[in-house]
């Protein structure tokens, strides 16, 4: 497009406007564009700069809000002097469409008490639950029944997790040992692993673009420590040890650091060699109960797209390397912690240990924090009933979703960031548009609270899980 004269500008059919991706990198100069061009004719115009090979999907912001009208409309609405540069911000669109899930396909009794942790597998043909009665249960997706029971635990599981390459499921309960199961055969693999002397609160994979096969995971516990494990040898290799309360939460991130969140306040990060500690992030003032990554999805899925191709060994790495640059892009991998004192933070870890911005409007203690596919938001559950999004690269606040008249437990998203959904003590889950940033299904059906929740990484199913202790499964 050319640059076209001042006094043409000036007139009243175009607009000075300056193109930036959501990190504010310019997308050349400032230029006028005519005052009738919408999504559609910016998106041409974006593609265009960015000698894009083919038509990629891009949604506009001005001032965080969605630009869904011609500029002309939205310069008329809004008030806005065409004398100003007009700053639009473009954000790329998966390129796939999820369906939103509007009714229960199945429930599924098997456990004899409350359903703790539900989990689908990296490419999302499998489904692991954690339960009250000491078991983890493996799904068939394609019949929607029980396939394995799996028995090991002494104690409630409280937290499951898939090894990026799908290859291994680990489990951790309330007495502090881990299982690990072959999910192919529902069978235990090896004894249980000691060493924790507390329950365990969370469990992470190291990356398969770090290592492959996947064998190191870590934990962490109520006894204050994390611990790193190899699940081929059977053994905890290393004990990060620093924090002076229970560790609440853990993450393995894409550069290699383990991120450690705890009831001391603070945030540790660990190098995973020697299991030294690398710096500190203070800036909480009660328990830190969450922590999410902004490439969390690509982490967990490795090399499993949504194309569903399987990759051989030899180029897993190579695959879920490429998945996991592409979405970090130029910028640093973003960190955001939820905590008691009612505030998150989001920060750049590997630049600074000052936060980028602290996130401040819920009313009552954050559960939990988790950055969309593709980390561009960030949605937050807490116990005063409401469920907020974020800007995920400026920590900027964009709405709150209410609907819920009890305590929101978890958040999932969908493949394509553009669906959140949330669970409840009040035994709904709800699905909420982000785009129009409204409800878009309500979903009854539970007879009591709802734990926990999982969006199928290949955005087929949800499943939820509670105190009535059956398994929901819900489709399109």
């Known amino acids: 497009m050319n640059m076209e004269t001042s006094e043409a500008g000036m007139s009243n059919n175009t607009v000075m406007c300056l193109l930036t991706d959501p990190e504010g990198t310019h997308l050349g100069s400032s230029m006028y564009i005519p005052q009738t061009a919408g999504p559609l004719q910016l998106t041409q115009l974006v593609n265009k700069f960015l000698n894009n ?19 002309g409309t939205y310069l008329e609405k809004n008030k806005v002097s065409v004398e100003k540069v007009l700053t639009i911000v473009y954000q790329q669109q998966a390129v796939f469409r999820i369906r939103p899930v509007n009714r229960c396909s199945q429930t599924v009794a098997g456990h004899a008490e409350a359903v703790l942790c539900v989990s689908f597998s990296p490419d999302g043909k499998q489904l692991a639950s954690g339960s009250g009665d000491t078991t983890v249960r493996l799904w068939d997706l394609n019949t929607e029944t029980p396939l394995f029971t799996c028995k090991g635990h002494k104690n409630w599981v409280l937290s499951i997790a898939w090894s990026p390459d799908g290859k291994h499921l680990v489990s951790g309960s309330k007495s502090g040992e881990i299982c690990c199961w072959n999910p192919k055969k529902g ?26 096969p996947c064998r190191r995971f870590v934990t962490s516990s109520k006894d204050g420590d994390a611990r790193i494990w190899d699940v081929t040898l059977k053994k905890s290799l290393i004990c990060l040890s620093g924090h002076t309360l229970a560790v609440t939460c853990v993450k393995w991130g894409g550069d290699g650091i383990i991120y450690t969140g705890s009831q001391d306040c603070t945030i540790k990060m660990w190098e995973t060699t020697q299991g030294k500690l690398i710096r500190e992030l203070k800036g909480h003032g009660h328990w830190v109960n969450s922590l999410a990554l902004s490439t969390e999805y690509v982490l967990r899925t490795g090399a499993f797209d949504h194309t569903g191709r399987q990759y051989p060994p030899n180029e897993e790495m190579k695959k879920a390397l490429e998945r996991y640059n592409q979405a970090k892009g130029d910028s640093p991998e973003r960190l955001v912690s939820g905590s008691d004192d009612f505030t998150m933070f989001l920060w750049e870890p590997s ?31 807490s116990f005063d009933r409401s469920v907020r999004l974020w800007n995920g690269v ?20 969908s493949a394509d960031s553009r669906l959140l959904l949330s669970c409840s003590k009040d035994s709904t889950l709800k699905i909420w548009e982000i785009r129009t940033k409204t409800l878009k299904q309500d979903l009854p059906g539970h007879a009591d609270e709802v734990f926990a929740v999982d969006w199928s990484p290949d955005g087929e199913k949800v499943v939820s899980g509670g105190k009535d202790r059956v398994l929901k499964l819900w489709k399109g």
């Open 53 to 71: 090979e083919e038509m990629l999907p891009y949604s506009f912001y001005v001032s965080d809000e969605e630009l869904l009208v011609p500029l």
């Open 187 to 212: 069978e235990l693999d090896g004894n249980p692993l000691t060493g924790h002397k507390k329950w365990i609160t969370g469990i992470s994979w190291e990356p398969v673009h770090l290592s492959s």
């Open 351 to 381: 630049v600074s240990k000052q936060s980028k911005k602290r996130l401040t409007g819920h009313q009552q203690l954050v559960n939990h924090v988790y950055f969309s596919p593709d980390g561009k938001w960030i949605a937050s559950a």
């Open 394 to 413: 400026t920590g900027q606040f964009v709405t709150a979703f209410r609907g819920h008249v009890g305590p929101v437990y978890q958040v999932s998203w």
